[in-house]
């Protein structure tokens, strides 16, 4: 059985690309808001999905990418 139903599936994913918010604000309320997260769908995950999804040239963000900024010279993100 799914940890999330498809319902809740669709409002994380509409929420996140589609609703009127700083995209800042919604990848917060994917990540952290009970009424858009989804179990077993972390940070990364919500970071990473925006960054596949959006139309607003906002690069992907997850782990692997934050560790190559901090070695080519950009610190923590």
């Not at 596949?52 to 993100?77: A, M, T, Y």
């Amino acid at each position: 059985m799914s940890a999330n139903t498809l319902n809740s599936v669709k409002k994380l994913i509409i929420h996140l690309i589609y609703d009127e918010n700083d995209y800042i604000r919604r990848i917060y309320d994917c990540c952290k808001n009970p009424e858009y997260k989804l179990k077993h769908f972390g940070d990364a995950c919500c970071t990473e999905l925006y960054g596949i999804l959006n139309n607003d040239n906002i690069p992907i963000r997850n782990g692997r990418i934050e560790k190559s900024l901090e070695w080519i010279g950009f610190g923590r993100v």
